[in-house]
């Protein structure tokens, strides 16, 4: 009896009290801030979750610490940040429909088949993923092809890069929509495919989510997030839901990854809202706006200086005129927000660079101007970046996953400026890495493997893909921490193990200096920590999801 008294005396003042802990004997890695790797072997964690010092040595001699934590030499570095995630989106795809991966047609038609028979409730199916680029056909489903299977409620199935809607008649009717429907200024509307501003015609027609449903694609997104070892993102295209929900999930204490909101521009502007700063303990913060100047490259949406290749005449999507552009940036600048605007195209690269001049010289350099993707540039366009303090946002995914593509809606001359990372770097302008999830898979170590190799996890192909643009590991793991964490205005807090940044960082099953790409792209993360808390263990738990 006594016994258990005193070490109930013990146990509450060991929690109580300061507590210092140190993490020794890791093979501790992370990027310098000039983009070399820099070796540690363990780690001083104070009890406000901080980082107190980092050692070079595996074991150290420390007048006082409270807990040790035995690492046993496995690889300990940051945790990733991916600069351009969509949060709730990735929920969603993970409790909805998941078209990702089908290889045809008919493999689409066959899971809708089974979700519909599987959820006679649902009102409206809603699913995510499809690209007609991976089947044989390569054509754009329609209308009809979903009506074949279900005709009795509405479907929604939108493509991989967001940027457009398959829907059944069913949905149609109940958008109000027809076939001779015009596409909105920015849209297109062709057999039940509805893209970019055109899908807002079927949006208004869905029925809103709940704050339930919100919240669950909230904790789903995390859970996902923290098995692959990310603990920040830039949350793009936060819409005012999506940042309630965040913020219910802060007061309750349920934040696990670090949030740097970028909110819906319209929606921003209509509730006049403004920046805020950290909250919940720096887990929380809406610090810009979302623009965007054209489409994607898939859907023939993404913007061009000259036609595409295998669409003569089409330049793809304008969205906005350049007034029209300045003035809208302009406005959330003034606002205080930071901004971030999709660009995929030369020529919406080429007037976005423009607009953030422009803006450089009224609001002054350290607004971080961000252009999102910065896919398929004009070489010429590059150098323009630094100067006007302009941030390439960029997802080497995209790269493995688009490069066929590119080749075919450009042709083989117009590639010099295509995911060109090493030429932003020796351009001196800043580089942020992400995945775009759930475009992409959000697990960062296909990412980093890319982003070394030029190559797909398959190695594909041999050489790489215009291999000089190729990163060093130093670079690439950079911009996916201190890139990825200056570009949300986070750095001071994020990004790097150093004193007085926070604690959060991931152990692996495996050293990334000692690998080549393809294995390095299967690192599987062991354990993810959140302010000096583990809050993942893959051996005591949430499995990891295959996004
Ligand atoms: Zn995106």
Partial sequence: MRKTFIALIVALSASAATADTLISNVNGIQATADGRIEHFGSLLIGDDGR????????????????????????TLMPGLIDGHGHVIDLGFAALRLDLT????????????????AAHPEAKWIQGFGWNQELWPEKRFPTAAD?????????????????????????AMKAAGVTAATPAPHGGEIHDGVFVDAAKQLIDAAIPKSTNAELDEALAKSQEILIAVGVTGVGSMS??????????????AGR????????????????????PTGWL????????GVKLFADGALGSRGAWLKQSYADSPGSLGLQFHSDPEMLGLADQAAAAGFQIATHAIGD???A??????????????????????????????????????GIIASMQPTHQTSDRLMAEARLGPNRLAGAYAWQSVLKSSAKLAFGTDFPVESPNPFPGLSAAISRQDVNGQPPGGWISSERLALGQALHAYTRGAAYAGFAEPKIGALEPGKYADFIIIDRDPTQIDAQTLAKTQVLETWVAGKKVFSRASGSPERGQ
């Fill in 255 to 274: 934040l696990n990854v670090r949030l740097m909101a970028y909110i819906t521009a319209a929606e921003a502007a209509e509730a006049n809202m403004r």
């Fill in 351 to 388: 007037q976005i660079i423009s607009v953030y001049e422009q803006l450089s010289k009224k609001y002054g350099r350290d607004r971080r101007w961000r252009i999102e993707h910065f896919q398929i540039v004009d070489p010429a366009d590059i150098p323009r970046l630094a100067p006007a």
């Fill in 101 to 116: 991966g089908t290889a045809s047609l008919a493999e689409l038609q066959q899971r809708l088949r089974a979700y519909a």
């Fill in 280 to 287: 919940y303990g720096d887990r929380l913060r809406a610090v």
């Fill in 347 to 349: 020529a919406a690269n």
């Fill in 146 to 170: 979903l009506d074949a299977i279900v005709s009795d409620r509405p479907v929604v199935l939108e493509r991989v890069d967001g940027h457009a809607y398959v829907v059944n008649s069913a």
């Fill in 238 to 251: 936060t819409s005012l839901a999506d940042w309630n929900a965040f913020r219910r999930a802060g007061e």
């Fill in 51 to 74: 980082v107190k010092q980092i050692f070079a040595k595996r074991s150290v001699r420390l007048s006082r610490f409270d807990h040790m934590i035995n690492g046993e030499g496995r």
